[in-house]
Every structure is written in structure tokens, then in C-alpha cells.
T-cell receptor
Framework: EDQVTQSPEALRLQEGESSSLNCSYT??????LFWYRQDPGKGPEFLFT???AGEEKEKERLKATLTKKESFLHITAPKPEDSATYLC????????????FGSGTQLTVLP | SQTIHQWPATLVQPVGSPLSLECTVE??????LYWYRQAAGRGLQLLFY??????ISSEVPQNLSASRPQDRQFILSSKKLLLSDSGFYLC??????????FGAGTRLSVL
């Protein structure tokens, strides 16, 4: 069974304090790893897709990286508007088109 | 560009009443469609997905059902709601890249 674990569950940062969120996975045949941002009471917003170990993607203050066992979402000099829950999900060879989601990391950036 | 509409945004229903949540997608043809439920502080649980009109796959045995009467319309239903059906329901669509794009969600409270 595919498993996705995100850590930490919650993270509080001061504005400008860089950090990383972790997404570790145990799957059979990774076909893609996805990062989403979710604001309270809203649907998840797509951020990145990573397909192979060593791949990196960047968007503004966010950078996602992928290894064979985990992915990191690095947040550089965060601002209060980066506060949200960040979800990762995996697509595997045994799951048709379904994604398996982690429970998310709730990020709070204090001014 | 593609957009996904989901309504209503909020719903309060008594136990034993029926349910109908609707989701429509614009700007794409033959999308894959998904219904998820998200409990507070938890990840997304896939309930149903559909690869075409009338084709529904159920992931979790439960009190709910789904239908796809038109190419870009996906409906989540129940004949009799239970307290445990309360939650945040999300509709999503994906195309060839298998990136899932989510609607704004419906907050369902069963009292």
C-alpha cells in the first residue's frame, strides 16, 4: 500500500526565516509527486509536479526537490502570505490516475 | 482556460435527508473527474473517480454515490445522510498530464 508522510504537522516561522517541509513516501513505482497549497476553507491549488530523482522546480519563494524516498519544499525568506497548508501527493504505477495525499504541513509565517 | 465550478459552498442538512452536490468543468473535453472528502486537519480521501460518462469507480464503501450524466458534470449523492458524512467535499479534474485541479469545495454539516 502506498504511504505518504509529511512533517512537521505544523510549522511557525518568523517572516524571512527560511525552512523546509518534508514529504516522505513508500510506494511501488513512483510516476509523479505533486505539491499543493491549500488556504483555509478553499480547495488545494497546484504548485509543482516532480517526476524523477534529482529534479527541482521553483516558483517565487518556493523550491521543490525530489529524491528516491522523499521530497522537500524549501521556503526562502517567507512572507505572511505564504501561510497555508502544504500538501504533497504521489501518483504511482499501481494506482491508475488516483493520487495518494499526505496529511499536510500547516505553515504559519509571523510578521 | 479551464475552470471548475462546485456548489453549494456551504450546506447544513439534517440526518436522514438526501444530498446532491454538483461539479462542472469548463474549457476542456473528456476530463477525469474526482470526488474527495477532507476531514479537519487531515489529507484528502478519494471517494469516487470517473474517466468518462457513466463510468464511476468507488474507492471507499459508504453511504454515498456518484454519477456522471454529462462529459463535464459530476454529481455526488446520498439518499440518507449520516452524522459521519459531515466534512469538506472537493471536486477535481485532470487531463492528460494527470495534474488534478480542485474546485472551491463544499462544507457539509450533518446535524
Amino acid at each position: 500500500e502506498d504511504q505518504v508522510t509529511q512533517s512537521p504537522e505544523a510549522l511557525r516561522l518568523q517572516e524571512g526565516e527560511s525552512s523546509s517541509l518534508n514529504c516522505s513516501y513508500t510506494v511501488s513505482g513512483l510516476r509523479g509527486l505533486f505539491w499543493y497549497r491549500q488556504d483555509p476553507g478553499k480547495g488545494p491549488e497546484f504548485l509543482f509536479t516532480l517526476y524523477s530523482a534529482g529534479e527541482e522546480k521553483e516558483k517565487e519563494r518556493l523550491k521543490a526537490t525530489l529524491t528516491k524516498k522523499e521530497s522537500f519544499l524549501h521556503i526562502t525568506a517567507p512572507k505572511p502570505e505564504d501561510s497555508a497548508t502544504y500538501l504533497c501527493a504521489v501518483h504511482t504505477s499501481g494506482s491508475a490516475r488516483q493520487l495518494t495525499f499526505g496529511s499536510g504541513t500547516q505553515l504559519t509565517v509571523l510578521p | 482556460s479551464q475552470t471548475i465550478h462546485q456548489w453549494p459552498a456551504t450546506l447544513v442538512q439534517p440526518v436522514g435527508s438526501p444530498l446532491s452536490l454538483e461539479c462542472t468543468v469548463e474549457g476542456t473535453s473528456n476530463p477525469n473527474l474526482y470526488w474527495y472528502r477532507q476531514a479537519a486537519g487531515r489529507g484528502l480521501q478519494l471517494l469516487f473517480y470517473s474517466v468518462g460518462i457513466g463510468q464511476i469507480s468507488s474507492e471507499v464503501p459508504q453511504n454515498l454515490s456518484a454519477s456522471r450524466p454529462q462529459d463535464r458534470q459530476f454529481i455526488l449523492s446520498s439518499k440518507k445522510l449520516l452524522l459521519s458524512d459531515s466534512g469538506f467535499y472537493l471536486c477535481a479534474w485532470s487531463g492528460l498530464e494527470n495534474i488534478q485541479y480542485f474546485g472551491a469545495g463544499t462544507r457539509l454539516s450533518v446535524l
